[in-house]
């Protein structure tokens, strides 16, 4: 009798940045499941072209390196993974460290702002929502083009407008 290998599932990951203000996606990034979150952020930082002020990104993007990538008057909000040490040249993650160890992790990311980060979440929402969560094309180019191309329409709704929320609150 033969046995079947079972193969791991393959999957491709969409790395996007925004511009948390205007809601606009300004880089977009098709990978394979085997390409670190990390490995993209140069090529991120890079292609956004004009000056970053604060640099959100999940714990996935936490390493030395994150930090040391944008100018150095950028302020970075990555969470550090709980068995994180500090070092000599990285102060922000230093301060990041040593803040959740006197704190909690919760604390910093309401200090912090970190909430901020999850308005890339909505543009994934909005993304499938819209799209759907398949890609069409077959080729890695093709397959770059279009979620380029998807970007561009999703910049262009945002342009058209975006709700307005007001809270409400009632009161007995």
């Not at 922000?92 to 912090?112: G, L, P, V």
């Not at 397959?143 to 007001?166: A, H, Y």
Request: net charge positive.
């Amino acid at each position: 009798s033969q046995y079947r290998r079972a193969r791991r599932r393959k999957f491709i990951k969409i790395h996007a940045g925004i511009n948390i203000n205007t809601r606009h996606v300004l880089f977009n990034k098709l990978t394979t499941s085997r390409v670190s979150d990390i490995s993209v952020l140069p090529e991120a930082i890079d292609n956004v072209g004009s000056k970053i002020d604060t640099l959100f990104a999940d714990g996935g993007y936490d390493s030395r390196s994150s930090y040391l990538l944008p100018d150095s008057d950028t302020k970075v909000v990555i969470p550090p993974r709980k068995n994180a040490a500090t070092d000599k040249c990285t102060n922000q993650r230093n301060e990041a460290i040593s803040y959740i160890r006197k704190h909690r992790k919760s604390r910093w990311k309401r200090e912090f702002d970190y909430h901020q980060r999850a308005l890339v979440e909505n543009l994934f929402s909005r993304w499938k929502t819209i799209y759907g969560e398949n890609i069409r094309s077959k080729n890695s180019q093709a397959q770059q083009t279009e979620v380029t191309l998807k970007s561009f329409i999703l910049n262009k709704m945002t342009d058209l407008g975006m709700p307005e929320w007001k809270r409400i609150y009632f009161l007995n």
